[in-house]
């Protein structure tokens, strides 16, 4: 199975910040990674698929890079509704597996 | 406007049983793969099962059917087409499949795997 370790676990920043997350696969996934945001009580809404495609509707300070085994989440100009946590997909094979996610939170 | 509704949640001791059921609207259904996908309290996401789209309106018997391995052999994914609908028959329950259990669409392009609609999520408890 494919590993994915995010860094950080949880960060504080402030409104107007730029925000990097990354995550680091066990075994190269090519192009094929996700990012999610969840806020709590709700579901999932997917922001970026393969590495760096933004997802219909997303924000364009929303932007991804990254390929084999390192990827990078990054939000320029951080927003009140983007605190959140995000989590990181691999989309290569299966089994499927996620990221422990990034809280990020209002400093 | 894509809708995803899950149901069937609740409360169940352990080595029992639940029929998870996610009812879709607003899109052509048989044409998309889905999945589901669980977090248990306070915790990440984590990925259950798939089942590719299928061309048959009432058996999945075409569609190809990926699980976890700390649900294979207990849980069952099963969609059935002419009620837009998607199931997860989950037997034998522990304690550690206590989470909200979401369905979620995946998306048409070339790649696979990648969600781009989920629905609420349904809770299941499974305590004695």
């Known amino acids: 199975d494919i590993q994915l370790t995010q860094s950080p676990s949880s960060l504080s920043a402030s409104v107007g910040d730029r925000v990097t997350i990354t995550c680091r696969a066990s075994h190269s996934v090519t192009k094929y990674l996700d990012w999610y945001q969840q806020k709590p009580g709700k579901a999932p809404k997917l922001l970026i698929y393969t590495a760096s495609s933004l997802e219909g509707g997303v924000p364009s300070r929303f932007s991804g890079s990254g390929s084999g085994t390192d990827f990078t989440l990054t939000i320029t100009t951080l927003q009140p509704e983007d605190f959140a946590t995000y989590y990181c997909q691999q989309s290569y094979n299966i089994p499927l597996t996620f990221g422990g996610g990034t809280k990020v939170e209002i400093k | ?128």
């Not at chain 2, 609740?10 to 999945?35: D, E, H, N």
């Not at chain 2, 837009?84 to 995946?106: H, K, P, V, W």
């Open chain 2, 1 to 128: 406007e894509v809708q995803l509704v899950e149901s069937g949640g609740g409360l169940v001791q352990p080595g029992g049983s639940l029929r998870l059921s996610c009812a879709a609207s607003g899109f052509t259904f048989k044409t998309y793969s889905l999945t589901w996908v669980r977090q248990a309290p306070g915790r990440g996401l984590e990925w259950v099962s798939y089942i590719s789209s299928s061309s048959s309106m009432i058996h999945d018997a075409d569609s190809v059917k990926h699980y976890a391995d700390s649900v294979k052999g207990r849980f069952t994914i099963s969609r059935d087409n002419a009620k837009n609908s998607l199931y997860l028959q989950m037997n034998s329950l522990r304690d550690e499949d206590t989470a909200i259990y979401f369905c979620a669409r995946e998306k048409m392009t070339a790649a696979r795997f990648d969600f781009d609609s989920w629905g609420q999520g349904t809770r299941v408890t499974v305590s004695s």
